[in-house]
């Protein structure tokens, strides 16, 4: 397996710090005394795109134009990341890989009786088609699932009705409501029933109807409180570009619009409005599918929007969606950027922005002081023509972390890419990563107890793994902050797996003693929806695991035990195979080793190995010819722990 090398360099993050942070993306406290330094990367792997306004099929083509990775970071050994803590359940699946084109969606709602309810973007069709795409539905009461594993979603059998981008919320009475987008009649789509966890949807497409041609989409919801019967919404016009058939709507593409009901959803008093504070006038030409997050607490509601090439701002309101106000939170140098040239004579304007990668989550604490995240971005323009087209850099890390009272640009690193071999270089095969058009650390979510402690799960890219098409893999991690975001806990996997991608991570807002989450899970990086995705051949047909975990609140805000075992990393691949299957081990100390293959009742299938290796990257074979086609884990043991990964055999 050929690896490529990243060297990194120091980088001078291009954020202006306040007195009050004046060292910016360096020295967070994690654990104890122990401190840790971001590693940033900007790799020379770039897009160019005319523009990032979201996708329904990935329409968008993001083929990187250079393979000879180089770039800077700040060098930081850090320790291996605890194995495996927690259990997940899988609670259903999904051929449609796609569950947000930026920031994770609402679609987890945890209520404080312990009960869950859980939504995703589900498609039982492997063909390509996704005919059936609509709203995957999971319910836990509170000891047990009692909705699980669905194979048809819950908005029924319409042909024309094609829907996605599912948030779920809880509100007075337990009634539950779900909002999605409508391809079938380009409107919202609002479904709610009187008791949650039970009984038939009621579904209407015509109260939200989108005063924009092609209507509305990639919506967000979320309630004031479970004992209020307030709904809040935003959401999207259509574009113009891209083949959505919209139309530039108040000379905004997309718009970004609010609505709001005060009844449970029964009626709304307010619908696609276009707050002023964010429109073109403000310097905004428009927002990106899924660039904006939402949270609300009792009657304050907040939210953020912005792109990757725009400002990002917080846009509250503190009388229940009414009146609002705006605070700048990362300035771009560009109002109205529509792929002007960066780069004037006079200009003063660098070619290359650090900005935000488009992926944002929001969260309100007791004080409903509003704690904002996502992923570092760099963008380019290097030509001195308006040509309408920018470059991205899509292998960019840092998951960055803002709150009220620091100042504009004044933003935050709080954890980068997992460097485990210690080795300050991010070892990537030779095409690199999937595409999910947003930083290698991002996608992040978050929670927060009643004491006020904040819980943070995010995506990033796994050092060191392949997923047999020559491309790293991403897993899910967690982390979290007891004062406040002043400092935060070294963060870990709690289902690590360095042979599948997990994504999307959807935490619940309420945590109780353990912190409620749901991930995409599948074997090939990236994800197979749309043309001129360079994923799509790998992961065609391809069906992803939806799944709930519920890590208890002691490993993420106490912090977890260093990890002590040798093994810093095991991978397989190709995975799925036939015959025989490549495994990867990576030790941080000489150790011998014992390997096991079990099924999924977890009967012995295959004779034990015993080898003794060397530390540093080793390479040994399984031979599967004789296994029946399925899933199967292998365990790998040592004196001090083991490590269990999962293989498909074809």
């Known amino acids: 397996m050929k690896k490529t090398l990243i060297p990194l360099f120091l980088l ?30 900007k790799t020379s792997v770039r897009t160019r795109v005319a523009s990032l306004k979201g996708e329904d099929a990935t329409r968008q083509t993001n083929t990187p134009v250079s393979n000879n990775l180089s770039g800077d970071g700040l060098k930081k050994t850090k320790s291996p990341s605890p194995l495996s803590l927690t259990t997940a359940t899988q609670i259903g699946t999904t051929y449609y890989q796609l569950q947000t084109n930026s920031s994770v969606r609402n679609g987890l709602f945890k209520n404080k009786d312990g009960s869950v309810s859980a939504a995703w973007v589900f498609s039982n069709d492997p063909s390509g088609i996704f005919a059936d795409r609509g709203t995957g539905y999971a319910y836990n009461n509170g000891s047990a699932w009692t909705v699980l594993n669905p194979t048809a979603r819950i908005e029924g059998a319409l042909a024309y009705e094609r829907t996605g981008w599912p948030s779920v919320a809880i509100t007075k009475g337990n009634q539950e409501a779900i909002i ?10 609002f479904m709610n029933r009187p008791a949650k966890g039970t009984g038939s949807w009621t579904q209407d497409t015509i109260t939200l109807k989108s005063p924009a041609q092609d209507g509305n989409w990639w919506p967000r919801m979320v ?12 959401s999207v016009t259509a574009p113009a570009a891209g083949g959505f058939g919209g139309k530039e709507y108040l000379n905004q593409s997309p718009a970004l619009t609010y609505c709001r009901s005060q009844d449970g959803g029964a009626t709304w008093d307010i619908k696609h409005t276009v707050n002023p504070l964010i ?5 905004f030409s428009g927002f990106g599918g899924d660039s904006y997050a939402i949270d609300a607490r009792g009657t304050t509601v907040a939210y953020v929007a912005g792109n990757q090439t725009s400002d990002l701002v917080l846009i509250k309101s503190t009388d229940n969606g009414t009146t609002w106000t705006k605070t700048t939170i990362l300035s771009f140098p560009v109002k109205n950027f529509t792929g002007q040239a960066l780069l004037k004579e006079g200009s ?24 904002v995240w996502y992923g570092n971005m760099f963008v380019s323009n290097p030509t001195t023509n308006d040509s309408g087209a920018y470059d991205y850099y899509p292998g960019t890390a ?12 004044s933003v935050k690193i709080i954890e980068s890419w997992m460097d485990y071999a210690g080795s300050g270089s991010l070892n990537l095969p030779s095409a690199n990563f999937g595409t999910y058009n947003v930083s290698l650390t991002s996608h992040p979510s978050a929670g927060m107890d009643s004491s006020g402690n904040i819980f943070l799960a995010y995506d990033g890219i796994i050092q060191g793994t392949n997923d047999g098409t020559n491309k790293a893999l991403r897993n899910i991690y967690v982390t979290g902050s007891k004062d406040g975001g002043k400092s935060w806990m070294l963060a870990y996997r709690p289902d690590s797996d360095d042979g599948f991608e997990q994504v999307y991570p959807s935490v619940a807002r309420y945590v109780n003693s353990c912190m409620s989450l749901t991930y995409q899970e599948d074997y090939a990086a990236g994800h197979g929806i ?43 691949y190709p995975n799925p195979f036939s015959g025989v299957t490549n495994v990867d ?25 015993t080898l003794s290796l060397n530390s540093g990257l080793q390479t040994f074979t399984l031979d599967g010819s004789n296994l029946k086609a399925g899933l199967y884990f292998y365990c790998i043991r040592t004196t001090e722990g083991s490590v269990t990964r999962k293989m498909i055999v074809q």
């Open 180 to 189: 999605a987008h409508n391809t079938g009649v380009n409107n919202l789509d």
């Open 530 to 572: 749309g043309t001129g995705n360079p994923d799509a051949s790998s992961n065609a047909g391809v069906q992803a695991t939806i799944y709930y975990n519920c890590i208890p609140v002691s490993s993420v805000i106490l912090g977890v035990k260093e990890n002590t075992t040798p093994v810093l990393s095991v991978n397989n």
């Open 398 to 409: 840092g998951l960055m972390y803002w709150t009220e009272g620091m100042a504009t640009d």
């Open 348 to 371: 003063g304007v660098a070619d290359t922005v650090n900005t935000s990668d488009g992926s944002y989550a929001i969260l309100l604490d007791k004080n409903n002081k509003a704690h």
């Open 279 to 283: 429109n073109n006038a403000a310097g």
């Open 585 to 609: 081990v990576n030790l941080q100390k000489p150790a011998v080793i014992r390997v096991d293959v079990y099924n999924t009742v977890g009967q012995s299938v295959l004779p034990t190995k």
């Open 12 to 41: 001078s993050i291009a954020f202006q710090a306040n007195s009050q942070n004046a060292n910016t993306g360096v020295s967070i406290v994690k654990t104890g005394n122990s401190k840790k330094t971001g590693l940033i990367v």
């Open 223 to 234: 309630p004031g409180n479970t004992d209020s019967n307030t709904l809040h919404v935003i």
